[in-house]
């Protein structure tokens, strides 16, 4: 791990660069995408650029690495670099993109923090940088392999079309698209809570690319995705993607889909209590848990809880019911905040009266916001910090609170 020589440099300036790293990054954006302007145009989420959402996410997880490097120094968060390696993988990034990455980085602190950029501060952060990046190559080497993409894990072509063979309008917001691969190569299946990749063309010519959860029962060689239309505010630009899949996309339409990738997904529960806790579209991963719960005849107690505008608004809520219903031993708590029918409560989830048996294991996917209120009341109730997981849709900004 981190050499005695640089763990004791960048813990000495590790509170200035924390200081500025909102800044760098902001810098080291606007540089990477002055010399590589294709990476804004066909890799990098514009909307996320725009909302300065992915600046917060980097300037996030640079911090959290190198403050367990000299926190912890015997061991690394491989946690955090398998969620942000399922991410890279899924975007097809390449091994030779980290030497780009590292060049504007470097380029950006030296331009934030000018002289006190010594030689010998530069040399301990590249140490950290590289130690963060090989770990993050070595995994993708390892999910490419394990997805089939050339030998020795090299990324290959990451990307397959598929052809839209139904769209059910599901809400006013959010459609859901079944797809079958053009190809006649075999599908590989994917684990329940994994998510696909989708590239399309956009009207500039751009191809840009977002996540979608697989809500279908694992097994079979359909693709399943359900897209929620953002349609943006004062601080968030409208989804262009999700807008353009909405507005264009119908039966007979072809995207192009990675393999499956993520990391929440369902290890070893057999005998363990679960909790599968959602809100809004991030009831999808949920759904495709609880298909795989109830096809292989799960038999724990299974706590289902979920949040959302109205029961209108509750996309998939067939699903989410019908395979509730098939479990042996599961109870399902509802919150909607207008319109909530007597079986479900009114206002923002609360577990404070939801039982929660010992030894539970939890699954959350929903806004920050509500994962990070569920969480700290399943810690209350005595849940194991390490058995609370996650999924956030776009950049990852919970290490990225205040």
Known sequence: MLSEQSAATVRATL????????????RFYAGLFAAHPDLLRDLFNRGNQAAGTQRQALAGSIAAFATHLVEHPEDRPDAMLTRIAHKHASLGIAPEQYEVVREHLFAAIADVLGEAVTPEVAAAWDEVYWLMANALIAIERRLYEESGFGEGGERGDAWREWEVVERVQETADVVSFRLRPLDDAPVRDFRAGQYVSVRTRLADGARQIRQYSLCGTPGSDVRRISVKRVSGGATTPEGEVSNHLHAHVEVGSVLELSEPYGDLVLDDVQSAPLLLASAGIGVTPIVAMLAHLAATGHGTPVTIVHADRSPADHALRTDHETYAAKLPDASVHLWYEREAP???????ADLTDVPVAPGTRAYLCGPLPFMRAVRAQLIEKGVAPADVHYEVFGPDLWLARA
């Open 15 to 26: 509170p200035a660069v924390g200081a500025a790293i909102g800044e760098i990054s902001e």
């Open 342 to 348: 007597e079986y479900a409560r009114t206002g923002l």
